[in-house]
């Protein structure tokens, strides 16, 4: 029997699940969340990223949606937080971090810019808490919304812009797919929580642009990096190929995410009465079978962070979030097609994760050297349990509708 059909296998998901839950709550402190260390502490002095605020508050909005106790109450700081802490008072949006005290620092031009990654996770957050039935969450839903079609969502291009100065008057010359694909997450999620379908409209635009373009263009090999007419920059950060957010190359890691999340969308268009796109199916299942012909592209088992757009690796080192998002891939298209080929490769990636990444239950290396063993040379720390934790969760519900509202209306397989 494959372990996707098997109850000792969701039994054990379900363990994790509380595992990373249970190691996320000490991300806490009095300001926000904090990205926590190998100790699963947060560093005394150290700041917040909005970010890591964003997707811990998603995660607890979803550990209140298990029924765990006491994560409400972290969703509730989550959404403090994001109202009163990063919120942008004078030019909107929210700061991409503040300082130990929670104040933004005017003269760190970084941590005032107003940058889509993480403001497609205030987005996320806020549809995860809405979905809670937290206060407040609503209300910081409907501002992200605003945000968003004020400032980022592009009608004209379906994809959203990458990063303004805190004022939104000057806009960066460039344009990234990374932050276009959690928008795709947030805006599906938003799609599902307050029943707009625009929201899903928007996703499939992305969608389609990434995955029936992008990546069909290039071998199914995506391309991340374009100028603001979206065209292609094929040597960009070629100098910083292990950059954490824009790494020189192809990232498989992403085709997998890309891959789940057309699924995702596919089938909330159905869920609607509407047909799924022709080259739905087709994309995520080439953006998945691309990665897997490219795992242990350098002889080594597991996935590279990067390779180059012929399959050559770039940078080796292996990173948790890609064999996590394998898996939760792996899950969707063998929900979607149901052949055996996915539930092996599925069976096979959490052996991998279990032996390399996974040190204690609820506790996930973020990063290992081509050699396997634990290094930190793009990530230091365990900063959050977003991906580990959805892995544990995506096998066990449909395609769609998006995690929290999945899990509201109690559609989480036993």
Not at 81 to 109: C, K, M, N, Q, Y
Not at 290 to 302: I, Q, W
Not at 326 to 343: D, F, N, P, S, V
Request: hydrophobic fraction near 45%; include cysteine; charged fraction near 20%.
């Amino acid at each position: 029997m494959s372990w996707l059909n098997n109850a000792a296998h969701a039994r054990w998901l379900e363990q994790e699940s509380d595992a990373l839950l249970s190691f996320g709550a000490g991300s806490r402190t009095p300001v926000a969340f904090g990205a926590l260390d190998d100790a699963g502490q947060v560093p005394p002095g150290a700041g917040h990223e909005l970010w890591i605020t964003c997707r811990m508050t998603h995660s607890f909005a979803l550990g209140a949606l298990l029924g765990r106790p006491g994560y409400a109450a972290l969703v509730d700081h989550g959404v403090r937080a994001l109202t009163e802490v990063f919120a942008d008072g004078e030019h909107g949006g929210w700061f991409s971090a503040v300082g130990p005290d929670g104040l933004p620092d005017a003269t760190d031009e970084a941590a005032t810019r107003k940058d889509a990654y993480p403001h497609a996770f205030v987005l996320l957050a806020a549809s995860s808490a809405t979905a809670a039935g937290r206060p407040g969450a609503a209300e910081l839903l409907a501002r992200a919304q605003r945000v968003q079609l004020e400032h980022f969502w592009r009608e004209d291009d379906g994809m959203v812009v990458e990063s303004w100065d805190r004022s939104f008057t000057e806009l960066e010359d460039y344009r990234g797919v990374n932050a276009n694909m959690h928008t795709v997450e947030a805006y599906l999620a938003t799609a599902d929580v307050t029943g707009d379908a625009v929201w899903l409209d928007r996703a499939v635009r992305i969608l389609r642009r990434v995955v029936d373009d992008f990546a069909r263009g290039q071998d199914w090999r995506l391309p991340e990096h374009f100028d603001p007419q979206w065209q292609m920059l094929p040597d960009y950060n070629r100098d910083e190929p292990a950059h954490p957010f824009r790494p020189y190359g192809a990232t498989p890691g992403h085709w997998f995410e890309w891959a789940r999340l057309t699924l995702q969308a596919g089938h909330a268009l159905q869920q609607r009465g509407r047909e799924l796109e022709p080259w739905m199916l087709e994309g995520a299942t080439a953006l998945v079978e691309r990665g897997l012909g490219d795992h242990a592209a350098d002889g080594v088992e597991g996935f590279v962070y990067t390779v180059d757009f012929d399959g050559t690796p770039v940078t080796t080192q292996r990173m948790h979030w890609v064999v996590t998002e394998a898996i939760a891939a792996l899950a969707a298209l063998h929900r979607a097609t149901g052949e055996e080929r996915y539930a092996e490769w599925y069976q096979r990636c959490w052996d991998h994760a279990a032996e390399y990444f996974l040190e204690a239950p609820g506790q996930w290396r973020h990063e290992l050297g081509a050699d396997l063993q634990p290094a930190h040379g793009t990530w230091s720390g365990k900063p959050d349990i977003y991906h580990a934790l959805q892995t544990t969760l995506l096998p066990r519900l449909p395609l769609s509708p998006a995690l929290a509202p999945a899990l509201a209306a109690g559609l989480l397989e036993a």
